[in-house]
Structures are given as C-alpha cells and as structure tokens.
C-alpha cells in the first residue's frame, strides 16, 4: 500500500490544521494506522493510533485532548485533526500504517511497514 500525507502548513499557537494521509495500491480497510512526527534534530515520536475498524484509538501524552485521529476506509484515507497548536507541535508529520497490531508496541516506528512522505506543520509564536 502507498500512502500520502498532505495537509501541512504554516498556522499561529491556538489554531487548527487537518492532516489526511490518502492510502493507494489496497483496500485501507484492514490497516492499523498511526501518525508519528520529527522535529528538526529529534527521534520520529509517536502521535496517534487508530485500530482497522476504529474501535480502539491512543494518544502520546503531549497531544490528548488536542489531537484526533480517524480513518474512513470508504475513501482509503486517514486524518489527524490538529486543535490548540502549540509551537511545540512544530515537525514533519508522518503517517504510516500495517495489519498487525500489539498493545505494547504500537507506538513503534518499527511496527509499521508503510509509511507516507511527511508533511510540514509549522507553528507560529
């Protein structure tokens, strides 16, 4: 499956910004998904996760309540819903996804086997 992330952009602290992750090549049905993120000089970390059929979503400490993600295999596509931005929030956003799961290693970078190209989210002071 290839995936794309857009979405990104430059926006102020407190506003919002969409990201999409559109999935091509297989049905997205089946797919766990996650985004994780890497700021300039820093390891990719963990954002979000949502299970194949959205019944169970996680969330990084940094970004609950903030952040939502979704998944509408209909339209083989994923979202993270960004609120209250922080400039903090600042990196290249990365959407990735595969069939497996496991409760204690999700957030693992090394879990997932297809990853979208990154896109920018810069937040402004």
């Known amino acids: 499956v290839q995936l794309q992330a857009s979405g990104g952009g430059l926006v102020q602290t407190g506003g919002s910004l969409r990201l999409s992750c559109a999935a091509s090549?297989?049905?997205?049905?089946?797919?766990?998904m996650a985004w994780f993120r890497q700021a300039p000089g820093k390891e990719r970390e963990f954002v979000a996760f949502?299970?194949?059929?959205?019944?169970?979503?996680y969330y990084a400490d940094s970004v609950k309540g903030r952040f939502t993600i979704s998944k509408d295999s209909a339209k083989n596509a994923g979202y993270l819903q960004m609120s209250s931005l922080k400039p903090e929030d600042t990196a290249l956003y990365y959407c990735?996804?595969?069939?497996?799961?496991?409760?204690?290693?999700?957030?693992?970078?090394?879990?997932?086997?297809?990853w979208g190209q990154g896109t920018l989210v810069t937040v402004s002071s």
């Open positions: 090549g297989r049905t997205f049905y089946n797919y766990n």
């Open positions: 949502i299970r194949w059929n959205a019944d169970n979503t």
């Open positions: 990735a996804c595969d069939t497996r799961y496991a409760s204690d290693t999700y957030y693992y970078p090394e879990r997932y086997s297809y």
